[in-house]
């Protein structure tokens, strides 16, 4: 119990918010609501990438995978929820755990629609839920996902299988999962782990594959929109396009090094995701000046100085939806 205390102290920041706790679920509630400009007609559902997590730490210190994003919703009038999904798998199963999720949702607030983001792998979540539920969908955004897969997996998995170290990989990082889950206090065989299901999903390849059944909001050309709405769900994305975007966070060294190996292979990306790659249903932006991590506000709000704020993009997205009436 010290030791997660402690692995949990160093992880943590003061958080200014407050969630609720809904079986897998945490709802962002705010003291005080200042206005109604993000307060959509459905629930608002996100969905964390691979290696993600809702808290590590608690609820008057700790740090959040989408930093300030939900709290910011919620005293501008949104029910905006965080969904737990298996930090490592692939994107079936990750998808079914977010379902089952949005049901609850459902549940909980007796809304018949919902609006959906997913950053990164979690864009095949939201996808996975609109292709199985369309007609529980208002609307999907990805944010930085990799609806063409990401030239960093395909690496990965080819360097593994040709050094047959595929299953010591697995291991590894699926241990890692484990003490990801440990880290918020959760039980891991909840959320199991397959480091290999999740890098293929996350390929090129394997992307592919998923997108030959879940194909709605798909570009319709090369880097191209796609649809801008199917069977009545409205489609967004957005994306950064810098892999550094400030020296001070520790962060950019690891999306500099992924765009030097993988990425730039690609064309312009966040460090992990290409610009074309993220490319789904109506472009918002695709030239945010953020990596990978600040288009979920990841470390603690770091970004660039003249970067745009990633939590007024998202509560724009929602003033978007409410104008829409989803």
Same mark, same amino acid.
């Given at each position: 119990?010290?030791?997660r ?10 958080f ?39 808290r ?20 501008? !009038?949104?029910?905006? #929820?965080?969904? %737990?999904?298996?930090?490592?798998? $692939?994107?079936?199963?990750? +998808? *079914? ?22 950053h ?43 050094t ?41 390849? !394997?992307?592919?594959? #998923?997108?030959? %059944?879940?194909?709605?909001?798909? $570009?319709?050309?090369?880097? +191209? *929109? ?6 009545g ?21 690891a999306m ?16 992990i ?34 970067a ?8 724009q ?10």
């Open positions: 119990m010290k030791i205390t402690h692995f949990i102290t160093l992880c943590c920041v003061l200014a918010g407050q969630y609720v706790q809904a079986s897998n679920l945490q709802q962002a509630e705010s003291r005080f609501v200042v206005s109604n400009y993000a307060k959509t007609q459905y629930p608002i559902v996100f969905a964390h990438g691979m290696v993600g997590f809702n590590i730490g608690f609820d008057a210190l700790g740090m959040d995978y989408w930093y300030q994003i939900l709290p910011d919703l919620a005293r501008n !009038g949104s029910t905006a #929820f965080a969904t %737990r999904i298996s930090p490592f798998n $692939s994107s079936e199963i990750r +998808g *079914e755990q977010y379902v089952e999720q949005l049901k609850e949702v459902m549940a909980i607030t007796g809304a018949k629609k919902l609006n959906l983001i997913g990164s792998h979690g864009a095949h979540s939201v996808r996975y839920a609109a292709g199985v539920i369309p007609q529980h969908v208002a609307s999907v955004m990805t944010v930085g996902g990799a609806n063409q897969g990401t030239i960093v997996a395909s690496d990965v998995m080819r360097l593994a299988n040709q047959g170290t595929s299953e010591l990989l697995n291991t590894l990082i699926s241990s890692f999962g484990n003490v990801i889950m440990w880290a918020q206090g959760l039980d891991s065989q909840a959320f199991p782990h397959n480091t290999l299901a999740a890098g293929h999903s996350t390929s090129i390849e !394997g992307t592919a594959e #998923f997108n030959q %059944r879940f194909k709605l909001g798909l $570009s319709l050309s090369p880097c +191209g *929109e796609g649809k801008y709405t199917d069977q769900i409205a489609l967004y994305s957005m994306t950064g396009n810098q892999p550094v975007t400030n020296p001070l966070d520790v962060s950019d060294a500099k090094a992924l765009d030097l190996l993988s990425a730039s292979k690609a064309g312009a990306n966040d460090g995701v290409s610009v074309c790659s993220a490319k789904f249903g109506k472009t918002i932006r695709d030239d945010f000046q953020w990596n990978h991590l600040d288009e979920i506000n990841l470390l603690f709000g770091i970004k660039g100085t003249f745009p704020d990633p939590v007024a993009a998202y509560r997205h929602a003033n978007r939806l409410k104008l829409q009436s989803l």
